[in-house]
């Protein structure tokens, strides 16, 4: 049985940085964020979802295309995209970003019991702009897109209550914002 009312959202792994079939789709020049959601998320009150501490995966995929120029270079570009979830019915609302879930003092270790080795970044393509040319200026960071998908779970990010609700939800990065996705909150009848 789903989760979800579209059951495309079953295979997302939360807090992936990764497309899948429900992602939605940003065009070669698009500028902004974007987000898709399932229209309901269903859990089952007094229990956590049973691969989760908190109650249910609320889903939101999350697919950005912004100038390289929003942020400070040594910034984390997924940890300052922040959501927010309103209740609809008591305008309570809930703040979060990514980097909140993904703290963790457990470092993975491989079958062997050793840290994974360090992998270091693919070489650049013969035309992609290098950091050299962004330091002297022939091509100004704020054209430059990087892009990306985020797939967080709201009820882990932004501490969502275990109750039924309906949240509209958007995200933001200085002054780009996503669309606003409404996402009910249900409790799985017995």
């Given at each position: 049985?789903?989760?979800?009312?579209?059951?495309?959202?079953?295979?997302?792994?939360?807090?992936?940085?990764e497309?899948?079939?429900?992602?939605?789709?940003?065009?070669?020049?698009?500028?902004?964020?974007a987000?898709?959601?399932?229209?309901?998320?269903?859990?089952?009150?007094?229990?956590?979802?049973?691969?989760?501490?908190?109650?249910?995966?609320?889903i939101v995929?999350?697919?950005?295309?912004?100038?390289?120029?929003?942020?400070?270079?040594?910034?984390?570009?997924?940890?300052?995209?922040?959501y927010v979830?309103?209740?609809?019915?008591?305008?309570?609302?809930?703040?979060?970003?990514?980097?909140?879930?993904?703290?963790?003092?457990?470092?993975?270790?491989?079958?062997?019991g050793?840290?994974?080795?360090?992998?270091?970044?693919p070489?650049l393509?013969?035309?992609?702009?290098?950091?050299?040319?962004?330091?002297?200026?022939?091509?100004?960071?704020?054209?430059?897109l990087?892009?990306?998908?985020?797939?967080?779970?709201?009820?882990?990010?932004?501490g969502?209550?275990?109750?039924?609700?309906?949240y509209?939800?958007?995200?933001?990065?200085?002054e780009?914002?996503?669309?606003?996705?409404?996402i009910?909150?249900?409790?799985?009848?017995?």
């Open positions: 049985m789903s989760l979800y009312s579209d059951p495309s959202f079953d295979i997302v792994e939360p807090g992936s940085m497309p899948f079939d429900c992602s939605p789709e940003l065009e070669e020049d698009d500028v902004g964020i987000l898709s959601a399932p229209d309901t998320v269903f859990f089952t009150p007094g229990s956590p979802f049973e691969l989760d501490e908190v109650f249910t995966r609320v995929c999350t697919s950005y295309q912004l100038p390289a120029g929003t942020i400070e270079p040594d910034d984390n570009f997924v940890e300052s995209v922040i979830a309103v209740n609809a019915e008591t305008n309570q609302s809930y703040t979060g970003f990514m980097g909140e879930a993904a703290q963790t003092d457990e470092k993975p270790e491989n079958s062997e050793e840290p994974p080795p360090v992998r270091e970044a070489p393509p013969p035309d992609t702009i290098d950091m050299e040319t962004l330091k002297t200026g022939e091509t100004p960071r704020e054209e430059l990087r892009g990306g998908w985020i797939n967080p779970n709201l009820a882990d990010i932004l969502l209550p275990s109750q039924e609700a309906t509209y939800v958007f995200a933001y990065l200085k780009y914002k996503s669309n606003t996705v409404k009910r909150v249900e409790a799985r009848k017995p």
